[in-house]
T-cell receptor, first 113, second 113 residues
Framework: DQQVKQNSPSLSVQEGRISILNCDYTNSMFDYFLWYKKYPAEGPTFLISISSIKDKNEDGRFTVFLNKSAKHLSLHIVPSQPGDSAVYFCAASAQGGADGLTFGKGTHLIIQP | DSGVTQTPKHLITATGQRVTLRCSPRSGDLSVYWYQQSLDQGLQFLIQYYNGEERAKGNILERFSAQQFPDLHSELNLSSLELGDSALYFC????????????FGNGTRLTVT
C-alpha cells in the first residue's frame, strides 16, 4: 500500500514558466512533508518542507502548498530553470519521524529551453 | 555536497555473499538512516539509529543488520545476498530525529550476480 503517491512519472515544462509537481498521501497521521530533488548518480537533496500546521511555505523560487482536507501537497517552481531538470520526490513523516520518511516514487521534471 | 559520506560507491558481489556498507554522517548529526532504492521503486526506509541506539525499523530483512558506532558512523551489513538485493543503498543523517530534514549521501550501488 503506497502511502505517498506521485501520479505523474514525468513532467515537461518550458524554461521560465511555472512547474507544478503534485503529491497525494493517504496516512492522516503524517504531519511533516518534504520535497527532495535528485540528479543522476547523486543522493536526494533536501529542497523545502512544511509542517501540517501550515498551508504554505516559500523559499526563493520554491513554494510548497499543503491541503490537509484533500491530503494533497504541491511544489511550485517559478520561474523554472534548466538546472531544475531532475527527479523530485515527495516525502512525509508522522510522530516526529519515528518511522523515518515515507517517499513517493518521484516525478521526472524536464525543463525545455 | 551534503556532508554525508558513503563507501564504497559501487559493489559487485555474488549470491550468498556478505557485504558491509559504510556511512559517515554530517558533522554534528546524531541520527543516521538507511534507505534502499530498487529499480522502479521509491526510497524504502530500512532502519534508523540515534546516537548509537536503534530508533526505528522499517522494511529491513532479517538478513540485513546495521549498527551505529560511538564516533557516529554507521554500517549496514547485508548477508546471504540474493539477486533481488541489487539496489542503491542510501544513508542519510539529521541533527535530531523529530521533523528534521534528512541529508543524503550519494549512495552505494550494490550489484549481486
Amino acid at each position: 500500500d503506497q502511502q505517498v503517491k506521485q501520479n505523474s512519472p514525468s513532467l515537461s515544462v518550458q524554461e521560465g514558466r511555472i512547474s507544478i509537481l503534485n503529491c497525494d498521501y493517504t496516512n492522516s497521521m503524517f504531519d511533516y512533508f518534504l520535497w527532495y530533488k535528485k540528479y543522476p548518480a547523486e543522493g536526494p537533496t533536501f529542497l523545502i518542507s512544511i509542517s501540517s500546521i501550515k498551508d504554505k511555505n516559500e523559499d526563493g523560487r520554491f513554494t510548497v502548498f499543503l491541503n490537509k482536507s484533500a491530503k494533497h501537497l504541491s511544489l511550485h517552481i517559478v520561474p523554472s530553470q534548466p538546472g531544475d531538470s531532475a527527479v523530485y520526490f515527495c516525502a512525509a513523516s508522522a510522530q516526529g519521524g519515528a518511522d523515518g520518511l515515507t517517499f513517493g516514487k518521484g516525478t521526472h521534471l524536464i525543463i525545455q529551453p | 555536497d551534503s556532508g554525508v559520506t558513503q563507501t564504497p560507491k559501487h559493489l559487485i558481489t555474488a549470491t550468498g555473499q556478505r557485504v558491509t556498507l559504510r556511512c559517515s554522517p554530517r558533522s554534528g548529526d546524531l541520527s543516521v538512516y538507511w534507505y534502499q532504492q530498487s529499480l522502479d521503486q521509491g526510497l524504502q526506509f530500512l532502519i534508523q539509529y540515534y546516537n548509537g541506539e536503534e530508533r526505528a525499523k522499517g522494511n529491513i530483512l532479517e538478513r540485513f543488520s546495521a549498527q551505529q558506532f560511538p564516533d557516529l558512523h554507521s554500517e549496514l551489513n547485508l548477508s546471504s545476498l540474493e539477486l533481488g538485493d541489487s539496489a542503491l543503498y542510501f544513508c542519510a543523517s539529521s541533527v535530531i530525529y523529530e521533523n528534521s530534514p534528512l541529508h543524503f549521501g550519494n549512495g552505494t550501488r550494490l550489484t549481486v550476480t
